[in-house]
């Protein structure tokens, strides 16, 4: 971890990097975040959605470890996943074990204090279930640790996948359902940023399909009492597509790198600590290959910028 009395600083202040979701194929940028960590290559603005939260929190705190293990899955993690989860009434997710649960008991300790000398301004993205309101957590907001993983867990919070915990009263569920769909690429925007890094979870070409009756007809009626939930549901697939569309052009424009995965080999409810460990490291692997692509990109030259200690070689891998 960071010694967080040092003074922590940024060294890439004119672009942002945003993460996409995807819950467990975000293990794959994750990689990507290590590998930037690894080189010392801080971004002053870090934004995601749903799982793209964790690994911006995660990024921020400057702990390789925990940035690999939140989603390079262990034993433990798969026991709060999948059918345990579902067998113990706590859903597909067992948010309260893999959010506030592993922070308190020290499965997965954040590091506070170096995540709090971080001067790099953030964003995380959830959706207001009964105003249908985006709603945005930032810097000025992250003001004791337990609140920031309920936001980073209201994020990621899939309906029907995870139980919901309010915050202040409200009831909010994945930030993919609000503004931009799950492509944090607007809150950067809206931060005031004109020049990004795109790490997406989704193969190049990939677009969302149009919901089958049958699915329709189970979001209406799991959604009958909440209008803008059902909504945002039904209609996420096409914004997502129209969303990726502008990203791409913003890509062409030379104003957006986006760094699609080779392959991506898990899915978003991959629970075998197997498949999510050898996605970490072609993750890896990809980034060590791209990093030369960011560093023209965000310094100039596919050399430039800072770089690992002498004698690293890209794919020594955090234990």
């Given amino acids: 971890m960071e010694n967080a009395a040092k ?5 890439v202040t004119d672009c942002a990097l945003v993460f996409e979701g995807g819950g467990y194929r975000a293990g794959y940028t994750a990689a990507m975040a290590n590998v930037l960590l ?8 870090v934004c995601g959605v749903s799982a793209g939260a964790s690994n911006t929190v995660d990024y921020l705190s400057r702990d390789q470890k925990r940035t690999r293990d ?5 034993d433990w993690v798969s026991g709060h996943v999948g059918l345990p989860s579902i067998a113990h009434g706590t859903g597909y997710f067992d948010a309260d074990a893999i959010y506030e649960g592993a922070v308190v008991n020290g499965t997965f ?7 709090r000398a971080n001067p790099a301004g953030f964003g995380l993205q959830a959706f207001d279930r009964d105003t249908g309101r985006t709603v945005r957590f930032g810097r000025d907001d992250a003001t004791e640790l337990m609140g920031l993983i309920d936001f980073v867990r209201a994020s990621s919070t ?13 009831v909010l569920y994945d930030g993919g359902l609000g503004q931009g769909a799950g492509i944090g690429v607007c809150m950067a925007e809206a931060a005031g940023y004109e020049k990004f890094v795109f790490l997406a979870t989704r193969e190049k070409g990939y677009r969302k399909t149009e919901p089958a009756p049958a699915e329709v007809a189970v979001i209406k009626r799991a959604a009958a009492d909440y209008p803008y939930l059902r909504q945002a ?15 791409e052009g913003l890509a062409a424009e030379g104003r957006c790198l986006i760094i699609y995965p080779d392959h991506m080999p898990v899915s978003s409810t991959t629970v075998s600590p197997a498949k999510l460990e050898a996605s970490y490291q072609m993750g890896w692997q990809q980034a060590v290959r791209d990093l030369p692509r960011v560093r023209e990109f965000v310094f100039g030259d596919r050399d430039a910028g800072p770089h690992g200690p002498n004698g690293w070689d890209g794919y020594i891998t955090i234990g």
């Fill in 7 to 11: 003074k922590l600083e940024s060294n």
């Fill in 38 to 45: 690894a080189n010392g290559i801080y971004f002053d603005y």
């Fill in 70 to 74: 939140a989603f390079a899955s262990t």
């Fill in 109 to 115: 300790p954040f590091d506070w204090e170096t995540f």
């Fill in 158 to 170: 899939l309906p029907g996948m995870m139980r919901p915990k309010p915050i202040d009263g409200h």
């Fill in 233 to 247: 549901l039904l209609t996420r697939w096409e914004r997502y597509n129209a969303e990726l569309d502008r990203v």
